[in-house]
């Protein structure tokens, strides 16, 4: 199964007070390593963006008003994490939007089953400190430059990171025994087995090189 590393930026706080997702960012991994495909859109959410809100991700309503809806964006979303395991860092939050959305839309919600929550991970793991994702990035050396706003899709990236470093792992490397390539270069080496037939000029000249080089060793 691959794994989908999750995020979303919101005008608040609370689903159920009135606000809503203006973006959201999965990246999709096979044994943690990034496989290429992403899904990322910025939502219009039809409402005013608080200033509280602006200041962390930077999208304006008046930005944000020419993007599309989330009601044009779920099926695709839904597709792209169909079947997936979804690591999403603080996932109560996120998934209370998510499926919030997908109510009012009358579409399928996403499962926890489906779900790791990397907070709870952190926690778990190094209880009584900070685990947000920022003070994660720095307990692990992860850059954070780029991380000027809050960027659902630079939070992707950062997250998975993060989540390596909670699982102590190390990206898998290429595996010359495991993938086949070794046996494929074992069963190729008979082409590198030709015999070459020495003739008794070569043979003769040889002895008379190693005659004339013996005695210049004063070893």
Known sequence: MNEIFLDTETT??????????VEIACIETKDLIPTGSVF???????RDVPKEAFKI???????????????????????????KKIIIHNAS????????????????????DFVIDSLEVARNKYPGTSNSLDAL???????????TKHNALLDCELLREVYINLLDVK????NLSSSGVEQNLTKNKKYYKKIL??????????????KKEL?????
């Open 197 to 210: 037939n020495i003739s008794d000029d070569e043979i003769r000249l040889h002895k008379e090189f190693l």
């Open 12 to 21: 608040g706080l609370s689903f159920k007070e009135g606000h809503r997702i």
């Open 57 to 83: 991700h930077g999208f304006s309503e008046e930005f944000l008003s020419t993007k599309e809806t989330f009601d044009k964006i779920a099926d695709e979303f839904l597709k792209f994490i169909e079947e």
């Open 93 to 112: 939050f996120d998934l209370s939007f998510l499926n919030g959305e997908l109510d009012l839309l009358k579409k399928r919600q996403i499962k926890n």
């Open 215 to 219: 005695k210049k060793n004063f070893y």
């Open 40 to 46: 990322h859109k910025l939502i219009n959410p039809k």
């Open 137 to 147: 990035c720095k307990k692990f050396n992860i850059d954070l430059s780029k991380r």
């Open 171 to 174: 990206e898998p490397k290429f």
